[in-house]
């Protein structure tokens, strides 16, 4: 999956951004309180909203108040819309599909999916095509879309009607194998990996035997360490290599299989430690762990959301932790990061690069790789981390600057 | 006013002290709208930069003040090393400033503007001292300033020091022919 642009409208300071031809690798900077949190929690309140309902999704984000804490102040009657284009293969077909959703309060105040589309468009010119359309809880998805060819009175509609207006119509349908664009796209996004890692979490043993993924928290960094050692050596090979190489001190990592199958670290001095107990062991070296983990998972998330990968972490590490970011992006998941760290943007390429501003309480996203200064002075010499510590991501400071452009 | 003053300095506290500063030598003067900073991590981080900076800019009528610490050595040559870097744009458009020999010896030469700054230090004793009448003669401003007030920091004085300059009298020269170098540069902005 490649998201192509995210346009949202009126949630918290979100009131109005469009961001387009996104890259694989998306990176976020923007000083604090300018809204990189909100702009990484819409993944997260797409995915609740799927897994849980559109009232419990607002409640995690503004608490019992929900729908009147999370949508934008003074905007308050109208609806809080998400709109995400992405590339899908449908029935063999890779297809730029929009799913749009929008969400206001009924007459008595309740928040329900006042509208959900999924569609893409036939052909360059024409009315788009919709497989899936819901209002208020009513409405139709196609049964037949393997068949593009076929005119639209040739499509079978299946009318529903949803139990609940607040549940999204993807998640209902997203069930049934018929509704196979439902169907693909509520499974992507369950497999977004919005990384919420505590490290206390991921200290600790815990016995889970079916581990494929790390999670959110990362508290099955053991187990999923233990994967990756038994199914998938190589790329646990690489894990091993990479921290011998960044974290002085781990001389290797072995499994060194204890009765109940833990991973020991073992150190230079050769004694060995178990990683996941010893408080011996740094936050930061359990950290760059779980991330190289999560980053050589042999089956990538459609999408990787991480906030400030850099904490914990000395410096010289952050080009190879953007390195492996990138590779991972490469590799077919698309990654969202957002970084205060100079270090970390200075291997990252400006068209990659996305910076936030507030003003009057809303938040606007700017795009690096299309100012021409910005091309001018990377081009000379200077890196993006550069630029944001001297002060050029900033629009007050480039909006004299183009004028003499061409 | 067409165009805007671009000042690439060594570091913040510059920059702290040019936002108190320039509204007083500028009436009216805002950041973003008359003048952008772009503060460096250091000597050698503002040359290598300066190239860059002149090389990529490309708005008609903008101006760059270049400011530079001194770091003891030959000033004239130091001037000089920096016209070469800034050759990208007309000298006449470029104003270099060696600061004699750092921001805070421009403090020490405005003793009141210090006192107003930390009104809670007593400083009124202490200003007859012989050694702050000539104040560039110090190289160790900064320390001088923290044995007068315990746990000074850079950026944060010059936040509190920079509004209250005067910009007629000050015991470091050097100041004053920034003042006045910076009045010609914008004198011919229009």
Request: net charge negative.
């Amino acid at each position: 999956m490649r998201i192509e642009t995210i346009r949202v409208k009126n949630f918290k300071s979100l009131q109005d951004i469009e961001i387009g031809s996104l890259p694989p690798l998306c990176v976020f900077v923007g000083r604090n309180g300018t809204g990189k949190t909100t702009l990484f929690r819409i993944f997260a309140f797409l995915k609740n909203c799927l897994q849980y309902n559109v009232r419990a999704a607002l409640n995690r984000e503004g608490g019992r108040n929900g729908y009147r804490e999370v949508v934008t102040r003074g905007h308050e009657g109208e609806e809080i819309e998400i709109e995400i284009q992405f590339r899908l293969d449908i029935a063999g077909t890779n297809r730029l599909v929009t799913y749009l959703i929008g969400i206001g309060p009924t007459d008595a105040g309740s928040p329900i999916v006042k509208r959900e589309i999924l569609r893409y468009k036939r052909g360059r010119y024409g009315a788009p095509f919709h497989f899936l359309d819901f209002t208020e809880g009513e409405g139709y998805a196609i049964s037949n879309e393997e068949d593009f060819s076929k005119r639209d009175e040739e499509l079978e509609k299946e009318f529903q009607r949803l139990d609940e207006p607040h549940t999204l119509a993807i998640k209902g349908l997203g069930q049934f194998a018929r509704f196979k664009a439902a169907n693909a796209f509520r499974q992507l996004i369950e497999n977004w990996h919005i990384s919420d890692f505590h490290v206390s979490d991921a200290r600790g043993v815990k016995d889970e035997d079916d581990t494929r993924h790390l999670t959110a928290t990362g508290d099955n960094l053991p187990s999923m360490a233990r994967f990756l050692y038994e199914q998938h050596r190589p790329a646990f090979d690489q894990v091993r290599e990479k921290m011998r190489r960044h974290i002085p001190g781990v001389d290797d990592i072995e499994v060194k299989v204890t009765e109940d199958g833990r991973l020991l670290m073992r150190y230079a001095d050769g004694t060995f430690d178990d990683p996941f107990i010893d408080k011996n062991v740094s936050d930061g070296t359990i950290k760059m762990f779980s991330y190289l983990v999560l980053l050589h998972d042999p089956s990538p998330h459609p999408i990787l959301c991480v906030e400030e990968p850099e904490n914990q972490l000395y410096p010289q590490l952050m080009i190879s932790l953007a390195e492996e970011f990138a590779a991972y992006a490469q590799r077919g998941g698309q990654v969202f990061v957002s970084t205060h760290s100079p270090d970390f943007l200075n291997a990252i390429e400006l068209n990659e690069i996305f910076w936030l501003e507030k003003h009057a309480g809303i938040t606007q996203v700017h795009r690096a790789g299309e100012q021409g200064l910005l091309q001018r002075l990377v081009q000379e010499g200077d890196r993006p981390g550069y630029l944001w510590t001297e002060g050029f991501l900033d629009s007050r400071m480039l909006q004299e600057t183009e004028i003499d452009e061409g | 006013m067409r165009g805007r003053v671009v000042f690439l300095l060594e570091e913040q506290s510059m920059h702290n002290a040019l936002q108190g500063l320039l509204p007083r030598i500028f009436p009216g003067w805002q950041e973003y709208t008359h003048w952008v900073a772009v503060p460096h991590q250091g000597k050698s981080d503002l040359e290598r930069s300066i190239p860059r900076k002149l090389k990529s800019w490309r708005a008609p009528g903008d101006r760059f003040v270049i400011l530079r610490d001194n770091d003891g050595g030959d000033c004239m040559a130091l001037k000089a090393r920096l016209r070469e870097l800034a050759r990208h744009k007309p000298s006449e458009y470029v104003l270099i400033r060696i600061v004699m020999h750092h921001l805070e010896t421009w403090f020490l030469g405005d003793f009141d503007a210090l006192a107003s700054g930390y009104p809670e230090h007593d400083l009124t004793t202490l200003r007859q001292r012989a050694k702050f009448r000539e104040p560039e003669r110090l190289t160790n401003a900064s320390e001088e300033i923290e044995k007068l007030i315990p746990g000074y920091r850079k950026t944060a004085g010059a936040t509190r020091i920079a509004p209250h300059l005067n910009l007629a009298r000050n015991a470091a020269p050097s100041f004053g022919v920034f003042v006045d170098g910076l009045r010609t540069l914008t004198a011919t902005m229009r």
